[in-house]
């Protein structure tokens, strides 16, 4: 298992790991287990049925990442996968790139996601060097958004109508960061 890092955060172990099939019952038992929630924000909920749709996931993802369009890490707290942070839609050409995250509630509010996307922009400014990074969310996820301002990301715009979930349409909130 490759750590990408490690730190600890209130008295708790978390590692960010590449993602491995290994993982997928923890993952879909948290998926599980935040379902009605993580519906609200992330349209590939209805998606993930069965631990072997996380399996189909985690291979897709590491198929992914050896064609440097991904880098998705699953969150390890206490060697229990409890989530996912990733840079998705890697754009070498225009040195842009976009974040994705989600984290289990029982672990939520210890600053894990803060900490894990700060690292993960450090990474994409200083190895991918890129010049743009993106975050965007529902305008009603106030949890990432304020992830995002504290992490400095800078509102963009927000996209009127953009994003579908639960069958109505609903706005974006994009954030941006560029190296300091």
Known sequence: ?????????????????????????????????????????????????????????????????????????????????????????????NRTAEFGYWLSSDVQGNGIITESVKKMASFAFNTLETHKLILQADASNFKSIAIAKALGFQHEATLKQQIVCNKSFRDLSIFVKFPN
């Open 1 to 93: 298992m490759y750590t990408f890092e490690e730190f600890t955060l209130k008295n708790l172990n978390v590692q960010l790991v590449l993602p491995h099939e290994n993982q997928a019952e923890d993952l879909y038992n948290a998926i599980e287990h935040d379902r009605t929630e993580l519906s609200k924000w992330m349209p590939w909920v209805h998606l993930t049925n069965s631990v072997d749709d996380e399996i189909k996931f985690i291979n897709y993802a590491r198929m992914r990442i050896a064609e440097y369009k991904l880098l998705e890490l699953t969150i390890l707290v206490n060697n229990h996968a409890k989530g996912m942070v990733d840079i998705h839609n890697i754009d070498s050409i």
